[in-house]
């Protein structure tokens, strides 16, 4: 959803385990799908959606610096260890 923790809801709402089984539960049953599919019926009844207007919010999918071919920042080097020497010395 919007990325908050749920143990950081407004207590107003209630205990946060509740409203999160509350929200796992509506979401399992369809409830969340049927009510945007109602308000979209009712929003392209009235008029008020407009099919030429697209958004896309870059803020809920966050890139790596690696897919952008950039690599990895920083990060530890491995090394190669070597044997020199006889065998038990220290």
């Known amino acids: 959803c919007s990325g908050t ?3 950081d809801m407004p207590e107003r709402f ?3 385990s509740t409203v999160y089984q509350r929200f796992r539960d509506w979401r399992n049953c369809g409830a969340f799908d049927q009510m945007l599919k109602r308000l ?12 030429e207007t697209w958004m896309i919010d870059s ?3 966050r890139a790596t610096r690696a ?4 690599g990895k920042k920083g990060g530890l080097k491995s ?7 006889a ?3 220290a």
């Not at 009712?42 to 959606?49: D, F, M, P, T, Y």
């Not at 090394?79 to 020497?85: A, L």
Request: glycine letters at 14%.
């Open 67 to 70: 897919s952008s071919g950039a």
């Open 79 to 85: 090394r190669k260890t070597t044997r020199s020497g």
């Open 40 to 51: 979209h019926i009712r929003l392209n009844e009235q008029g008020l959606i407009d099919l």
């Open 14 to 16: 209630g205990p946060w």
């Open 5 to 7: 923790a749920w143990r």
């Open 59 to 61: 803020t809920a999918v």
């Open 87 to 89: 065998a038990g010395a």
